[in-house]
């Protein structure tokens, strides 16, 4: 990188970041036209605001921030209730629905087969956009910092301003939850059959 | 060492994709997993969903 020496950030390094938005948004608004024009959107906000950009949290995290806010203007203006505090407080009950009283599961996992073919299966991505509309916000938010922009616990406990234990349990939940849901939607013989022979 | 349930060693998994864990819990983990083929399945599974959700060349837009 020839710009090594400042910490300068102009719109090549903004920019760069657009993929990894564009992705987080689209896991949240589905239409890809409307995803684009948010990120765009941010990206036009971030360099009228460079100014203010500290250092201290790192670009994604702060563009992150700032998509967020345009994600929950949209869903609001489309009449979506959204609150961007966080109900972290749901119990243990979603981690005990997935498990007997003794620790064994209520469901054995299934057999997930060959994983190039699964995430190139778009029944597969179906079921799993289908299922992200089915976690609670919070853990949604959370969970989507986490794994597609890849943000550490650190970063999202800040950015939602709740604990590192909480943090922890949100993901656990959003995982144990995901992971269920797309197998139930995606594996459960729907009309068409595919063949599915367990090991 | 107690042997982990399936329960705790879901946590466990869920937590070393996000923090690093003690060398105790990876080996508890470790022992499970070696046994147990319902949480070996859940931990590449967990995987492939973070794989689905972060991996450009996974694209859901093409239909």
């Known amino acids: 990188m020839e710009r090594s020496v400042e910490r300068t950030l102009d719109s090549t390094a903004l920019s760069r970041e657009r993929p990894v938005l564009l992705r987080f948004a689209l896991m949240q608004v589905r239409q890809k036209d409307v995803a684009e024009d948010l990120v765009q959107d941010t990206l036009v906000s971030a360099m009228s605001a460079i100014g203010s950009f500290s250092g201290r949290s790192s670009v994604r995290t702060w563009l992150t921030a700032i998509l967020r806010n345009k994600i929950a203007d949209h869903f609001r203006a489309a009449g979506r209730e959204v609150s961007l505090t966080m109900d972290t407080d749901e119990g243990d009950d979603e981690v005990d629905i997935h498990f007997a009283p003794d620790g064994r599961y209520v469901h054995a996992p299934q057999d997930w087969g060959d994983p190039e073919r699964t995430l190139t299966d778009k029944r597969f991505l179906e079921a799993l956009h289908a299922c992200m509309k089915t976690l609670p916000y919070a853990a949604a938010q959370a969970f989507l910092l986490r794994e597609v922009t890849g943000l550490t616990t650190d970063e999202i406990c800040k950015e939602l301003k709740i604990s590192s234990t909480n943090c922890f349990v949100l993901l656990h939940r959003a995982r144990l939850r995901l992971r269920a849901c797309v197998e139930a939607t995606w594996l459960q013989p729907s009309g068409a059959q595919r063949p599915r022979k367990a090991r | ?63």
Not at chain 2, 34 to 53: D, F, G, M, P, T
Request: glycine content about 2%; hydrophobic content about 40%; charged content about 30%.
């Open chain 2, 1 to 63: 060492m107690r042997m982990l349930s399936c329960k705790e060693a879901n946590q466990l998994m869920s937590e070393g994709m996000d923090r690093t864990v003690s060398t105790r819990e990876r080996f508890a983990l470790w022992m499970h997993l070696s046994l147990c083929r319902a949480c070996s399945r859940v931990k590449e599974q967990l995987a492939l969903l973070r794989r689905a959700l972060s991996d450009p060349t996974v694209d859901d837009e093409r239909s």
